[in-house]
């Protein structure tokens, strides 16, 4: 990210998560209250652990706001970790007064082996700590930004849940409208906008909870009112939908990310899986009969809805835990187990969001520029009149 870049820093039960959003132009409605409500969804969801009852994600806007309005300065934000008032003596810049019981049994699936290597952390919680998804609470908070600047220009971002575990919804209740599928999901404790299926996603989770077990699953995430032209197919690292992979693919515990029909359109023929063009003199644009391309060709936006699928690993850390090796003793043990989820794929699909939207508002700056919310709308509304007039003549 180039044009609107973050940065977050805080370990899982630290004092606080630390957030820095840069490039934010100067103009824009925005309240601590704005990100409230995705730190809030992001809590929720069946499966979660005991660590959801503690924490009570709260954004605390430092700087680059005044009376209500971003500045274009950077925007520093804190979320506080109530849980940390539950560690003291074992989380904390001081030197402890003892030195705490050392983690050193790995869970296998998470970072704490590799990163213990890499570092050479005798304590993996020195690792376990920033590896923790409780980072993602930070994401959350910067995306919610970003959601504020593409809500400016008509674009919004929401999600779903595709399946968990075994349990998929229906082929036909993925193809409802936009707002079904939000207004669907938003009201369904597991994320997905199917009854029936909602309610089988929780029985799975409920019998894997019982056999100390964890669930994974899919979920999707859609972009509506993208413009044409965000992206470039010029270099390979301008490309938005290799931009969007990366996103996904660092989100934590997110093993594989597809575009539009993705995996699927491989076992298809061109001829189905292509999206033919239509043109509309009403509104002067070439619109898709489909959209298997996910809203993107070639690396570029076309109009229609961007959709990311994403597919979520079971959580790492098992109640009935997994063998693992002693790294001082190296003798065979079991992997440690700490309070964790059962699953969180609801939840990792609000973080998805926030990715998204932070990858598309950055997108949107490149294309277009602006130090102030006006001059953005100004250059947007530009370039849109531009295209109404596309092609206007020999560009040679």
Same mark, same amino acid.
């Given at each position: ?95 402890? *007064?003892?030195? #705490? %019981? +050392? @983690?050193?049994? $790995?869970?296998?699936?998470?970072? !704490?082996? &590799? ?52 349990? *998929?919804?229906? #082929? %036909? +209740? @993925?193809?409802? $409208?936009?707002?079904?599928?939000? !207004?669907? &999901? ?69 093993? &594989? ?140």
């Amino acid at each position: 990210m180039s044009h609107l870049r973050f940065f977050t820093a805080g370990e899982s039960h630290g004092p606080a998560l630390v957030v820095l959003v840069e490039g934010v132009p100067a103009g824009l409605p925005l309240l601590a209250a704005d990100l409230d409500g995705d730190l809030g969804r992001r809590q929720q969801g069946y499966g979660r652990g005991g660590r959801m009852k503690i924490e009570q994600d709260r954004a605390i806007i430092l700087s680059g706001v005044r009376g209500g309005v971003t500045l274009g300065s950077p925007i520093a934000l804190t979320i506080a970790n109530r849980d940390h008032a539950n560690w003291a003596g074992r989380m904390g810049a001081e030197p402890f *007064a003892e030195v #705490p %019981e +050392a @983690l050193v049994r $790995p869970r296998p699936g998470h970072a !704490d082996l &590799a990163g213990g290597q890499k570092y050479n952390r005798s304590d993996l919680r020195d690792i376990l700590e920033r590896a923790s998804a409780r980072e993602t609470a930070s994401r959350v908070a910067a995306g919610a930004i970003a959601k504020r600047l593409l809500a400016a220009v008509g674009v919004e971002v929401f999600a779903f849940v595709r399946s968990i575990g075994a349990v *998929a919804c229906p #082929p %036909e +209740a @993925l193809g409802l $409208p936009s707002e079904t599928l939000r !207004d669907g &999901a938003r009201a369904s404790e597991v994320g997905c906008p199917d009854e029936a299926t909602s309610a089988a996603m929780k029985a799975a989770i409920h019998a894997a909870s019982h056999a100390g077990d964890t669930l994974g699953g899919t979920f999707e995430v859609v972009a509506t009112g993208v413009p044409v032209g965000l992206g470039s197919h010029v270099h390979w690292d301008r490309k938005l939908d290799g931009r969007i992979g990366q996103a996904f693919l660092s989100i934590q515990a997110i093993k &594989a990310v597809s575009i539009g029909d993705g995996f699927e359109a491989a076992a298809l023929p061109g001829s189905s899986v292509h999206d033919p063009i239509d043109y509309s003199k009403e509104h002067g644009d070439f619109p898709r009969r489909s959209n298997h391309a996910g809203g993107l060709e070639g690396g570029i936006t076309n109009g229609a809805p961007v959709r990311v699928v994403a597919a979520m690993k079971p959580i790492a850390t098992l109640r009935k835990a997994l063998p693992s090796v002693d790294i001082r003793t190296k003798e065979a043990v079991d992997a440690a187990h700490e309070r964790s989820d059962i699953c969180a794929v609801l939840a990792a699909s609000v973080v998805g969001e926030a990715m998204l939207a932070l990858v598309l508002a950055d997108a949107l700056l490149e294309k277009f520029g602006g130090d102030s919310l006006e001059e953005l709308q100004r250059n947007m509304k530009g370039y849109q009149e531009q295209l109404a007039q596309w092609p206007a003549g020999d560009d040679r």
